[in-house]
């Protein structure tokens, strides 16, 4: 653990004791207990951004790089700050406690720029299961220590649940955004009998999904011909597709690769205007 002088703290209280208590918790050991809000938002942004990008630069005291961490996935710098400074209120609230006080305020605004971190970095990269789950745990707890925190310090009536909830949907359906979107996709049935998933075809162009649906529908009709432009030949039960040329087929391999992992991001600006 590091020692820093009295009253010298890495950004602020809340972040300090956040991640100490963090540290003490992934040890297997207790943490104070009045810190419990703190350490579940710092278990957040090691879910967000890794926990190395939130825990290096506290170990090297370095409080712009931890800054800049948070900016990573292009959150805004104005939210950034105002994340830290509602933390360090949030703080401020819990040393001068009064039980006829309640802080919901300062806890829905760390967790709206909470779920809008959550939400860019999903853009950029898919969550796992686990890792949602996770954050069932900070924005609605069923039990332990943030629940019954929860019930002493906010009044929230569900709104920040809701909200996590509806982003939730939106960052596990992605696929179904996808598919959504592109109306000139056949049956995903079809896809798959030749080893593709639907998702993948998405990705394509609308030229090259145009060839595969033809070249599709050749087989399924057995035709014996095929589109010009892409050759195809059939490796047991599944289609490849090739060009002819090592190099361009490689690029085209590229170009679905980056494509699906860019696919999520430009249909939620669609769909977002």
């Given amino acids: 653990m590091i020692t820093r002088y009295v009253d010298k703290f890495f950004i602020n209280p809340a972040i300090e004791n956040g991640i100490k208590s963090y540290i003490l918790y992934k040890e297997g050991k207790t943490y ?7 350490m579940n938002v710092i278990k957040a942004l090691t879910v967000i951004y890794g926990e190395k990008s939130i825990l290096l630069p506290y170990k090297i005291d370095n409080e712009k790089a931890f800054e800049c961490n948070l900016l990573m996935y292009d959150l805004r710098e104005s939210d950034m700050l105002n ?14 406690y009064k039980s006829e006080k309640k802080a919901t305020g300062l ?6 720029i909470l779920i809008e971190m959550i939400v860019k970095r999903g853009k950029r990269k898919e969550y796992t299961k686990e890792e ?3 954050f069932d745990k900070i924005f609605n707890p069923i039990e332990g220590n943030l629940k019954k925190l929860r019930s002493l310090v906010s009044a929230n009536t569900g709104l920040i649940a809701r909200a996590w909830e ?7 359906n992605t696929q179904l955004r996808m598919i959504a979107v592109n109306p000139n996709l056949l049956d995903s049935k079809l896809y798959s009998k030749y080893g593709y998933s639907i998702t993948t075809i998405a990705s394509l162009s609308e030229e090259e999904i145009e060839n595969v649906n033809h070249t599709i529908i050749i087989e399924e009709n057995r035709v014996p011909t095929i589109p010009e432009k892409i050759n195809i030949f059939q490796k047991g039960n599944r289609i490849v597709f090739t060009t002819g040329n090592g190099f361009v087929d490689k690029l085209m391999l590229l170009s679905i690769i980056a494509t699906e992992l860019m696919i999520g ?8 205007g």
């Fill in 107 to 112: 806890t829905n605004e760390i967790e709206k």
């Fill in 132 to 134: 949602l789950k996770e």
């Fill in 32 to 38: 104070p207990a009045i810190y419990t809000y703190e």
């Fill in 166 to 172: 509806t982003n939730k949907y939106e960052l596990t």
């Fill in 83 to 96: 994340f830290l400074k509602y933390l360090n209120s949030y703080y401020e609230f819990m040393k001068n």
């Fill in 265 to 272: 991001m430009v249909i939620m600006s669609i769909i977002g």
